[in-house]
């Protein structure tokens, strides 16, 4: 199994104390979003062996909000104030273990000037593990 992330990813370009901990994490610019992925590995894991959910929820939390903020760049609406989460919701679908890419893929529905909605599907070595949707509050 490759450590290397797949092609197109780089160093995400978005730290937080938060995600520190989860580090290295990669990330992609599509048309479609922001992708952000990372190599599952023991601080990404519960006492069982499988990603954390909550891991799973922040970095789907983390790459819907950027997906909202590049499709609102790409119209030329950019949130200076930047973006708040109004609503997350997960499905959790399967696990995901130690070794797996793990990667958040996401579909922006859309992008307005005051809230922005996406969705995305989780995936761990490309079948699906969890989906996830958002709503946004653009600021000022």
């Not at 990669?26 to 979003?33: A, C, E, L, N, V």
């Not at 790459?63 to 930047?82: I, N």
């Amino acid at each position: 199994m490759s450590e290397a992330p797949p092609a197109g990813f780089a160093p995400h370009f978005r730290k937080s104390p938060v995600t520190d901990p989860w580090e290295p994490l990669f990330s992609r610019t599509s048309p479609d979003g922001v992708e952000i992925g990372f190599r599952a590995a023991a601080a990404h894991c519960n006492s069982r062996g499988f990603v954390h959910g909550g891991v799973i929820a922040a970095l789907a939390d983390n790459a819907l909000g950027l997906s909202v903020g590049e499709s609102l760049r790409g119209q030329g609406e950019a949130a200076p104030g930047g973006l708040v989460t109004v609503s997350l919701t997960l499905d959790y679908l399967a696990t995901a273990r130690i070794g797996q890419w793990v990667a958040v893929r996401p579909r922006v529905l859309k992008a307005g000037r005051n809230l922005g909605f996406a969705d995305a599907v989780v995936v761990a070595d490309d079948a699906p593990v969890a989906r996830a949707s958002a709503s946004f509050k653009v600021l000022a």
